[in-house]
């Protein structure tokens, strides 16, 4: 049975108090904070937030890739430190702040990828038979966060339909299903409420196979030249510019082609508020807040925020528009 949860991303932690809450909880103690909390739960909390002995996520290795003069626009990037310590990871707590803190115990050796389903030829490959397979290109992206913030990031992938057609879909093969790694002796989140927010785990997502094959849709290993940090997603994550972030699953060990529309773990939580396509769109609001405009991470200050309008598949329109001709987008949202 699919446990639901009314738990959404922006609930936990609301992107305007997210500074301020920190600044309170400094002044007011962790264990103030927790006392709200059932006591098992306190318990459990403090010994996460107070841990000493957390490996802290490591800085990536240089990467060899080639800049694409295709997808590299002219637009100014996120600060490096801005794509790396500010995340929505919930395997590694809730705050934007905790994955760069407490993402260093995700192990990434020998990870393998399984690629299954509807394809004649079902396939597994580590990382270094991925990296020798698909040559790097460094593509610049927006990213749009259905929080209503935006970066501009430059990610090292290779088009997810190479891998795909690696493996040969089959005529049968009209959806792509995504599943996050399921460790929760070393993804805390997956274990607990109070750390991972309730989701339903693992994290899945899930596109139609003509969005999974478009030239647009990114698996990407590294950011900034090197190669993905933990809390990024490592060693490989999807990227789809033209949707909400949450959309862009990370750390992925497996992918199935299948016939159905596959199960997406935001739309399992809350399906009024979180659909299947998640386009980024400005005239179809979240519920609880308006999607008209998108704050840039890296402006500073909390009264003098830099907001940009938001643009129509987050500016993508020219190259995926047709892909929805026909479609609604307000009842497909």
């Known amino acids: ?24 909880l400094q002044a007011l103690g962790i264990s ?11 318990a459990e909390l403090l010994s996460w937030l107070t841990g000493g002995d957390k490996p802290k996520a490591s800085t990536g290795k240089a990467l060899a890739f080639t800049p694409s003069a295709n997808y590299h626009p002219n637009l100014p990037l996120t600060p490096e430190e801005k794509v790396i310590g500010y995340n929505n990871f919930y395997e590694f707590g809730l705050d934007k702040a905790d994955p760069a803190a407490n993402a260093g115990t995700l192990k990434t050796e020998g990870w393998k990828i399984r690629i299954s389903g509807e394809v004649a ?40 339909n190479k891998l795909l057609k690696l493996a040969e879909p089959t005529s049968k093969a009209r959806y792509v299903a995504f599943q996050t790694l399921y460790d929760p002796e070393n993804m805390p ?36 030249g090197k190669a993905l940090p933990n809390q990024n997603g490592a060693p490989i994550r999807l990227i789809v510019p033209w949707k909400y972030g949450f959309k862009s699953i990370k750390s992925i ?16 939580s ?64």
């Not at 030829?121 to 990382?127: F, G, R, V």
């Not at 270094?128 to 790097?136: A, Q, S, T, V, Y």
């Not at 005239?283 to 309008?309: C, F, M, N, Y």
């Open 253 to 268: 060990v497996e992918i199935k082609l299948v016939e159905q529309q596959p199960p997406t773990t935001w739309n399992l």
């Open 121 to 160: 030829k079902p396939i597994t490959l580590d990382m270094d038979e991925i990296f020798k397979r698909f040559p790097l290109e460094e593509r610049i992206y927006r990213l749009r966060c259905v929080e209503a913030w935006s970066m501009v990031i430059p990610w090292l992938g290779f088009e997810l």
């Open 270 to 333: 809350a399906p009024d508020e979180y659909g299947f396509y998640a386009n980024v769109n400005p005239q179809v609001d979240h519920p609880r807040w308006s999607q008209a405009t998108e704050r840039i991470i890296g402006s500073s200050g909390l009264l003098d925020v830099k907001r940009q309008p938001t643009l129509l598949f987050n500016g993508y329109g020219d190259q995926v528009a047709s892909l929805y001709q026909g479609l609604d987008l307000r009842s497909h949202f």
């Open 189 to 224: 989140g997956q274990n607990s409420r109070y750390i991972g927010g309730g989701l339903d785990y693992p994290y899945v997502e899930g596109l139609r196979m003509d969005e999974a094959m478009h030239p647009l849709t990114l698996l990407t290993v590294g950011v900034y």
């Open 32 to 42: 103030a904070a927790a006392l709200t909390l059932p006591l098992h739960a306190q």
């Open 1 to 24: 049975m699919v446990r639901k949860t009314r738990l959404t991303e922006n609930a936990v932690t609301p992107e305007q108090l997210f500074y301020q809450r920190r600044k309170i």
